[in-house]
């Protein structure tokens, strides 16, 4: 059966540290990657996603960035944090358009 | 478009009682949205799903309606359980071709026992 691991769970970072929250998928190949992510009492924003290996879609121009270096693992990094970077951080996967998301745990993300 | 600017609408029922949840989309391409279910601090998780050329899908107490004239999903819930309370998200592809989905702004399901 398909799992996805995303970790840590909680993470608290100084402003201006780097960050990299790691997603990796099991049980099935060449998945849809996608990070999300939850801003508190609000819905979730896509980040970016990825049809393939090194193939990255950046929906939102922001501190961010995504790396796909192998078929089932996705990052979410970040070379300095800012205060706004808080958040509720998704990753999931589909194995293809038009199907069903499978999201992971989440990591809580607090910049101070 | 995504609508996560926007704070979660809230629903309060009695536990016995039917829900209903309501989701809005504005592009006429999208052809296949899905429900989720989000508890506090917690990854969503699938509901149930329905495609565009359907109009009404039913699962275990939970039963889709989609009409596409005015564009609008529902999900509703029969005989809501105190477990039922949580944050209910509606999803979509925007398009008939892209792969990404995008997410409503969600709405907070509270049961009163």
């Known amino acids: 059966s398909q799992t996805i691991h995303q970790w840590p769970a909680t993470l608290v970072q100084p402003v201006g540290s780097p960050l990299s929250l790691e997603c990796t998928v099991e049980?099935?190949?060449?998945?849809?990657l996608y990070w999300y992510r939850q801003a508190a009492g609000r819905g979730l924003q896509l980040l970016f996603y990825s049809v393939g290996i090194g193939q990255i879609s950046s929906e939102v121009p922001q501190n961010l960035s995504a790396s796909r270096p192998q078929d089932r693992q996705f990052i979410l990094s970040s070379k300095k944090l800012l205060l706004s970077d808080s958040g509720f951080y998704l990753c999931?996967?589909?194995?293809?358009?038009?199907?069903?998301?499978?999201f992971g745990q989440g990591t809580r993300l607090t910049v101070v | 478009g995504e609508s996560v600017g926007l704070h979660l609408p809230t629903l309060s029922v009695q536990e016995g009682d039917n829900s209903i949840i309501n989701c809005a989309y504005s592009?006429?391409?999208?052809?296949?949205f899905i429900w989720y279910k989000q508890e506090s601090g917690k990854g969503p998780q699938f509901i149930i799903d329905?495609?565009?050329?359907?109009d009404k899908r039913q699962g275990q107490r939970v039963t889709v309606l989609l009409n596409k004239t005015v564009k609008h999903l529902s999900l509703q819930i029969a005989a809501t359980q105190p477990g039922d309370s949580a944050v209910y998200l509606c999803a979509g592809y925007p398009s008939n071709t892209g792969n990404q989905f995008y997410f409503g702004t969600g709405t907070s399901l509270t049961v009163i026992p």
């Open positions: 999931a996967w589909t194995i293809g358009r038009g199907t069903e998301a499978f």
């Open positions: 329905i495609r565009s050329n359907m």
């Open positions: 049980g099935t190949s060449n998945p849809n």
């Open positions: 592009n006429s391409a999208s052809d296949y």
